[in-house]
């Protein structure tokens, strides 16, 4: 049974609307994160957070932004989507060790025409 | 630079035989090494995870190795189901910052024929 939820599951957007991806985890976890994920490749990060009102740019540049207002909820937006955001975005948590307990959701596939 | 390697890429088995998928990793300094299940469309399952000090762990009819002086590791499917057909990816942590991080092989596609 999956702790950490994410909305939609899949999403087929117009270039230029503005887009939220949900993610919340009920396992009190402080470490959360965003990955985004294009076939056949590797995860890349993109954003993480320490804890509320800490978030971080990860590896990849990424146009989107995110939030953590909540422990359990760290929502990604894109202001404007365009077709380069075509992507699998997947959010993770981690316990504070992030050794163990670094558990993902099921993504969210984003299409944008 | 920190990295993951998988080999194969890419592998088809018939249902029931065994399989060895390969991560080869030069992360350093080596804090964990974790082997995911992902199925199309959905986000990684974690299968095993090792620390320095394990050389195997099994997961049913997953068993995963670890040789942290070569810096090698393997994952070996027993009796493989068509279930089992996925991207199977190895995880590498450091010790070297307090986010622990994680670098990611590209994973092998196991496709598992009846």
């Known amino acids: 049974e999956a702790d950490i939820y994410q909305t939609p599951r899949y999403l087929v957007i117009g270039t230029g609307k503005k887009i939220t991806l949900e993610c919340s985890q009920t396992?009190?976890?402080?470490?959360m994160y965003w990955y985004q994920q294009d076939p056949g490749m590797e995860l890349h990060l993109i954003h993480y957070?320490?804890?509320?009102?800490?978030?971080e740019k990860g590896d990849l540049s990424s146009e989107s932004t995110v939030s953590r207002i909540r422990t359990e909820h760290f929502p990604l937006t894109l202001e404007s989507a365009r077709p380069s955001h075509t992507s699998q975005y997947l959010c993770?948590?981690?316990?504070?060790?992030?050794?163990?307990?670094?558990?993902f959701g099921s993504g969210t596939r984003l299409t944008v025409v | 630079k920190n990295q993951v390697e998988q080999s194969p890429q890419s592998l088809i088995i018939l249902e029931g035989k065994n399989c060895t998928l390969q991560?080869?990793?030069?992360?350093?300094?080596?804090?964990?090494l974790r082997w995911y299940k992902q199925d199309t469309g959905r986000g990684p399952v974690s299968l095993t995870i090792?620390?320095?000090?394990?050389n195997t762990k099994s997961n049913g009819r997953y068993t995963a190795t670890l040789d942290a002086d070569t810096k090698q590791s393997s994952l070996h499917i027993t009796a493989s189901q068509l279930s089992d057909s996925a991207s199977y990816i190895c995880?590498?942590?450091?010790?070297?910052?307090?986010?622990?991080?994680?670098?990611f092989g590209r994973g092998t596609q196991l496709t598992v024929w009846p």
């Open positions: 993770a948590s981690s316990d504070q060790g992030g050794n163990y307990g670094y558990t």
């Open positions: 396992m009190g976890h402080d470490k």
């Open positions: 957070s320490y804890g509320v009102n800490s978030t």
């Open positions: 991560c080869n990793y030069t992360v350093s300094p080596f804090s964990n």
């Open positions: 090792m620390t320095f000090s394990e």
């Open positions: 995880v590498v942590s450091d010790r070297g910052s307090t986010l622990g991080r994680l670098y």
